[in-house]
């Protein structure tokens, strides 16, 4: 018994071949030239027999798959079952290339059989053939099928209906439900269907415990089944004598909704389940023409379109949701009865599939996250790199072989650090300037752009910090001014200047060094905190604006760090802050991931406190204040430098917030 098969090398026909192989006979597959090499690769993997499978050259959109006279008659005669699994499965493919592919390629393999006397051609068609139909599909409908504007939806059906036509030669037909990967070892070779909410499934485990219960949506049913359950029924259908002229749904007999199927992955992946599920189907009441105009304002459409780039799904899925058909298989049951052959439970394997994702296919593992795929030849500018946090930085972004820029006030040590990092291979330039100073400012922008044309990055990085109480600050209202003039108007200035270059060339980061005292609301840093938080403001205006130029704001709300700026506070010396290097390290997080934000989980619980329950926070804020009294530096005892250290209080109460001042 001799076998053809188009699309051997793909998922579904790779299977059906291994399956083959344990039947007697030789089995011809179809290859494209440039298709050799993954055919061989294909075939070493699944371990097949190549005296047993032999590759037939040939191209499925030209006719009779590009076979040759002399390849036709050397196989006619000697094909009993002509299996076609050559097609696009793929919904957001081109309509020309589905057209293409699915029904010129159809015809063509028709073509073929026929003219090779094949005595029986299997269609693999699919469960979309049947368009939207609203209700159950039997395996006897064909025309009935309902909503095929869908190119995908379309082509599945039209080219079924070619081989319902063919009269030259006998014809089976199945169609596979929504074909996801082994149920054994989980094997997928490609995202599709319920993968497409993987990455969103994955995101809800980063941010939140699996405990935590969720809001969640709810639709039609999906029909899933597992490619091993799809060739096994083929390959025993096929072999099973009177069934010519029959088409079969493989699919599972108890499908479920989308809520459940999700649900099932949450579990899975130990993501937060959707405790209660609004079902999509309810907002069909509101009239076509009214969703359709809400869709299409540019803010909806944007923020849709974030969502969809962000947790990579594709538009054209989300009509599925809200699936309206189910199939009936009665046929394929009679068919399969004594086999032993069933669709296996989801839950049962479910953990198999996600298991697979993660390790092969999760999109973030062919993400480049290194620090020098992202700034490697760009330019980097880090204000204050001349100590603490900003050198920490500068010597990883100059390692990953950024354009390093460096700028501080004192020229000694700026210049030793730019030369040390030469000296490592890096590309450093040092710029003396005073950032309090706007024209300095201005001269620093101008000279920066007229050197290196255009900014990358820029770290707003050097800052003054000042921790007084209020009452010993009556008098010091320059104590307020100037942590403005450097922390927010310094920043601000130099924001200002490189961002005409970055809006023109529509592309550019900005990360500002915050503090976990803007979430914290630390008491003592008045002055401080109130200039970090205009910036924080600032930014966050600033980015409804530009990021749809390309423009990226990126906040550090950064816990304490042991660097010079806190020297003067000594009760600091024993308290758990963050060394240069950990606080340059999230720094490197925010050039490489560009998020919006970057906080520890104990300064964004804070700020969710303060939120929910302002006095109780207020409560907590003033115990500390008791308990951290001035510095003898903020009263000015310079006599009593010496003496101060931390209590045993001080250092429980630090370490239980850590990071946050006090």
Known sequence: MSYFVTGATGFIGRFLVSNLLKRKGTIHVLVRKDSQKKFEATAKKMGWDLKRVIPVAGDMTQPKCGLSAAQVRALSGKIKHFFHLGAIYDLTASAQAQRAANIDGTQHALDLAA????????????????????????????????????????????????????????????????????????????????????????????????????????????????????????????????????????????????????????????????????????????????????????????????????????????????YPTRFDNRETERALRGSGIKVPHLDDYAWRLWDYWERHLDPDLFVDRTLKGKVRNKVVVITGGSSGIGLATAEKVAAAGAVTIIVARGEEELFKARDAMKAAGGKVFAYTADLADMADCDRLVKTILAEHGHVDILVNNAGRSIRRSIELSYDRFHDFERTMQLNYFGSLRLIMGFMPKMTERRKGHIINISSIGVLANSPRFSAYVASKAALDAFSRCAQGELSGKGISFTTINMPLVKTPMIAPTKMYDSIPTLSPDEAADLVVKGIIERPSRIATRLGIFASVVNAVAPKAYEVVMSTAFELFPDSAAAKGDRKGLKDEHASNEQIAFAALMRGVHW
């Open 115 to 322: 003219a090779i006397n094949a005595g029986c051609f299997h269609h693999t068609s699919s469960i979309a053939a049947a368009g939207m139909y609203p209700g159950v599909f039997r395996e006897d409908m064909f025309d009935e099928a309902e909503g095929l504007d869908d190119p995908y939806l379309r082509t599945k059906h039209d080219s079924e209906g070619l081989v319902r036509a063919e009269k030259r030669i006998k014809w089976r037909i199945y169609r596979p439900g929504m074909v996801v990967g082994h149920s054994q070892t989980g094997e997928m070779d490609k995202i599709d269907g319920p993968y497409y909410f993987f990455t969103f499934l994955k995101k809800l485990r980063e941010m939140l415990p699996p405990w935590m219960p969720m809001l969640g949506v709810e639709g039609g049913r999906i029909n899933i089944i597992p490619v091993d359950y799809v060739v096994d029924a083929m390959d025993h259908i096929a072999h099973k004598p009177k069934l010519d002229g029959h088409c079969f749904h493989l699919t599972d007999p108890e499908p479920q909704r989308v809520g459940e199927v999700l649900n099932t992955f949450a579990r899975a992946g130990h993501t937060p389940e959707m405790t209660m599920r609004i079902d999509a189907r309810m907002f069909a009441f509101v009239p076509s023409g009214i969703r359709g105009a809400v869709g299409n304002l540019p803010p909806v459409r944007r923020f849709v379109g974030m969502l969809l780039r962000d947790f990579k799904i594709p538009k054209e899925t989300l009509k599925f949701i809200t």
